[in-house]
């Protein structure tokens, strides 16, 4: 039996299809535009990867189940920084991943200068930016 072309799409092609929607950015990028007030940062790993591997200075903590609560401008529950559709949010999962699929998410809401990080948040500590225990 010949396999059909309407099968759905494995994660990597769905990776490769909501990243051409956006501009993804590297470690040294996101930490210029948190230093300069441009993006913030959200950092979306489960309790145990921040507690083992530390933090991002001023990063804002959001669990992924979360994030769009946290973030949509017009929901009841939004982060006090949550204030415009026009925030530029750099979302940050562990290694690059599950943050693209979120960045998509915020998207959908509106929040259309939503992107992630190039590595997540291994590339960030490799690249020797800041992090606190």
């Not at 990243?19 to 790993?45: K, P, W």
């Not at 920084?81 to 750099?90: C, F, G, K, W, Y």
Request: glycine share 8%; proline share 5%; charged share 25%.
């Amino acid at each position: 039996m010949a396999v059909s072309d309407d099968r759905p799409d494995g994660i990597d092609e769905l990776l490769d299809r909501v990243r051409a929607g956006y501009a993804r950015v590297a470690a040294h990028e996101a930490y210029e535009a948190a230093r300069t007030g441009e993006a913030l940062l959200v950092d979306i790993r489960y309790q145990a990867l921040r507690e083992r591997d530390g933090l991002i200075p001023g990063a804002v903590v959001v669990e992924r189940n979360e994030l769009e609560w946290r973030l949509d401008p017009r929901g009841s529950h939004r982060l006090p920084e949550a204030t415009s559709h026009d925030l530029r949010i750099v979302v940050i999962c562990n290694e690059g991943y599950a943050s693209s699929l979120a960045a998509v998410s915020l998207h959908q809401l509106g929040l259309h200068r939503a992107t992630d990080l190039i590595g997540g948040f291994q590339a960030w500590k490799a690249a020797g930016l800041p992090v606190t225990p």
